[in-house]
């Protein structure tokens, strides 16, 4: 009897933590996943107005990037992204364990991408 109620608890912790680090990581995949979409199809759009825009995007999915921890770049077609962020993951009831996140992409914009997105 003690026997299958520690391993119900071990089960339902183990469940927890599976359920807490998913919710972390599918923020985490959504939120980069919109970057490189926001980054692939950017226009005309500046370095600041993409930085505003990720920005947004942070807020949305509720990933803790700032201004501060957030570059945005144009080298020639290349748009670079770079940000890394901490967030606390709640493994055990109680026991919050900082986990690092980064994020990076480089995403080339095609001169035929460009020219359309140029207004006439």
Known sequence: MIKTIVK???????????WQVFNVYWAHF?????VQQTTQFRGNKTDAQLRERILELAGQFDVPVSDDNLTVQLVDNHTL??????????LVPRFSYPWRFTVHTDT?????LRELSQPK
């Open 30 to 34: 959504k939120f980069s996943d919109a």
């Open 108 to 112: 080339v914009q095609s001169a035929v």
């Open 81 to 90: 992204v770079d940000s890394s962020y901490t967030r606390p993951v709640e």
């Open 8 to 18: 119900l608890a071990f089960v339902a912790l183990l469940a927890n933590a599976t």
